[in-house]
């Protein structure tokens, strides 16, 4: 599976951005796809994830309500709209797959770790700042 990441860039507080999210080379309809962040010195920190089987959701506290997860079956995209970004938003976004195939319930019980998530794009990189 490969997948890349696009769309970020520098926009001052209050504004929207959106990534986009390109896999290919599937072959199970039964995973989820989930994005990170990780600023600089701190762990990397899941955001949202979508379940691909069931198309659940799941958002970390410090994004929900701002950022909505949404995904493009014709072409396997998947877009995380993030609107009133706050400068704690900077940091280096990326998306991977869960391969697991759970749904988004389960994110909710453990939440979205790192060491559960494969096939992770190179990364992009969103800075809020006036």
């Known amino acids: 599976v490969q997948i890349v990441e696009s769309g970020g860039g520098l926009v001052q507080p209050g504004n929207s951005l959106r990534l986009s999210c390109v896999g290919s080379?599937?072959?199970?309809?039964?995973?989820?796809i989930g994005w990170f962040r990780q600023a600089p010195g701190k762990e990397r920190e899941g955001v949202a994830c979508?379940?691909?089987?069931?198309?659940?959701?799941y958002y970390a506290d410090s994004v929900k309500g701002r950022f909505t997860i949404s995904r493009i079956n014709a072409n396997n995209t998947v877009y995380l709209q993030m609107n009133s970004l706050k400068p704690e938003d900077t940091a280096i976004y990326y998306c991977?797959?869960?391969?697991?195939?759970?749904?988004?319930?389960?994110?909710?019980?453990?939440?979205?770790?790192?060491?559960?998530?494969?096939?992770w794009g190179q990364g992009t990189q969103v800075t809020v700042s006036s």
């Open positions: 991977a797959v869960d391969h697991r195939g759970y749904s988004s319930a389960y994110y909710a019980r453990y939440s979205m770790t790192a060491r559960d998530f494969g096939s």
């Open positions: 979508i379940s691909v089987g069931d198309s659940t959701t």
């Open positions: 080379g599937f072959t199970s309809d039964y995973y989820a």
